[in-house]
T-cell receptor, first 115, second 112 residues
Framework: DAGVIQSPRHEVTEMGQEVTLRCKPI?????LFWYRQTMMRGLELLIY????????DSGMPEDRFSAKMPNASFSTLKIQPSEPRDSAVYFC?????????????FGPGTRLTVT | RKEVEQDPGPFNVPEGATVAFNCTYS??????FFWYRQDCRKEPKLLMS???SGNEDGRFTAQLNRASQYISLLIRDSKLSDSATYLC?????????????FGAGTRLAVHP
């Protein structure tokens, strides 16, 4: 079975440029999560969707960040304009809501470097 | 106080050793508990869920103490391949069961 797919795997861009990260969740999963991981802050939840609807975006750092989920099989995280402090690994995860204890499955991540 | 606290380690142990990791969480309303494993430069992967009665999976045993808001992971007969960072995870406040809060992780290094 295909797991969570993320693209690109690596992105290097200059400050001020727009960056778009993409995610395809596991087929049949109805929840999708975007995380950011840095050495300083660890793994932080940015936003999550249930049935394509954003439920909690309180972790989105600022207005430069936006996320969409136009359908059940695709989501994007956009940073515009990007800044060096956005450099991190961005993970997408998905899960299937089935009562208490919803296990999340992570994609391989996108390693973003903003110079 | 952090929502999920772990001893960062590193724990350096020889092969065959038994090692235990501890974790405390602040939200008494949390109902879902997990241990995830993350290898260097890889994504986190679910190691095991943690149930109230405690549960075991091969060499791994997880325990939950709701009264003390404490979770533990015991690894017996450590293997070189167990070297990784172990993340304690609980579901967070406000977001229902879906919102998971990750601890900063405990690093384990198993040596020959």
């Amino acid at each position: 079975d295909a797991g969570v797919i993320q693209s690109p795997r690596h992105e290097v861009t200059e400050m001020g440029q727009e960056v778009t990260l993409r995610c395809k969740p596991i087929s049949g999963h109805n929840s999708l999560f975007w995380y950011r991981q840095t050495m300083m802050r660890g793994l932080e939840l940015l936003i999550y969707f249930n049935n394509n609807v954003p439920i909690d975006d309180s972790g989105m750092p600022e207005d430069r960040f936006s996320a969409k989920m136009p359908n059940a099989s695709f989501s994007t995280l956009k940073i515009q304009p990007s800044e060096p402090r956005d450099s991190a690994v961005y993970f997408c995860a998905s899960s299937f809501r089935q009562g208490v204890g919803w296990e999340q499955y992570f994609g391989p991540g996108t390693r973003l470097t903003v110079t | 106080r952090k929502e999920v606290e772990q001893d960062p380690g590193p724990f350096n142990v020889p092969e065959g050793a038994t090692v235990a990791f501890n974790c405390t969480y602040s939200n008494s309303a949390s109902q879902s508990f997990f241990w995830y494993r993350q290898d260097c430069r890889k994504e986190p992967k679910l190691l095991m869920s943690v149930y109230s009665s405690g549960n075991e999976d091969g060499r791994f045993t997880a325990q939950l103490n709701r009264a003390s808001q404490y979770i533990s992971l015991l690894i017996r007969d450590s293997k070189l391949s167990d070297s990784a960072t172990y993340l304690c995870v609980v579901n967070g406040p406000g977001g229902g069961y879906n919102k998971l809060i990750f601890g900063a992780g405990t690093r384990l290094a198993v040596h020959p």
